[in-house]
């Protein structure tokens, strides 16, 4: 799968990376800013976005909303933030959320849940 994570830690970027490539066996580019991330998931194509809720220039919830405005939008948002509260974050345009600090053992296998779970319920909707 082909994803776009958008964290402006470097380390927590690297981190999630490593991780999604070498256990999940994903094509992970990075943007380090939200207004990176916006320009790019409406540039090119990707399966999957996961999103930090704050990140300079353009949050995370100002990405979603304005990916959602954009007609070619086809990948899901997945957030993924140390904000506790994620029904503030958690808007109807994303289909999970998960919380940081993560595991980067069990990353892609909770990214891979999230995309299953949402995928199935497209599928019944259809």
């Known amino acids: 799968m082909k994803i776009l994570l958008a964290e402006d830690d470097?380390?927590?970027?690297?981190?999630?990376?490593?991780?999604?490539?070498?256990?999940?066996?994903?094509?992970?580019?990075?943007?380090?800013?939200?207004?990176?991330?916006?320009r790019r998931i409406t540039s090119e194509k990707f399966d999957l976005i996961v999103l930090d809720e704050m990140m300079p220039k353009m949050n995370g919830l100002k990405v979603c909303e304005e990916y959602s405005k954009w007609a070619g939008r086809d990948a899901p948002v997945i957030f993924m933030s140390a904000n506790v509260q994620k029904e503030k974050i958690l808007p109807a345009a994303a289909i999970g959320f998960i919380p940081k600090p993560f595991d980067p053992m069990t990353l892609a296998s909770q990214i891979a849940e999230i995309f299953s779970a949402w995928n199935n319920k497209v599928k019944t909707a259809v």
């Open 10 to 38: 470097q380390n927590i970027s690297t981190i999630a990376k490593l991780a999604l490539e070498s256990i999940g066996g994903h094509e992970v580019h990075v943007a380090n800013d939200g207004d990176i991330a916006l």
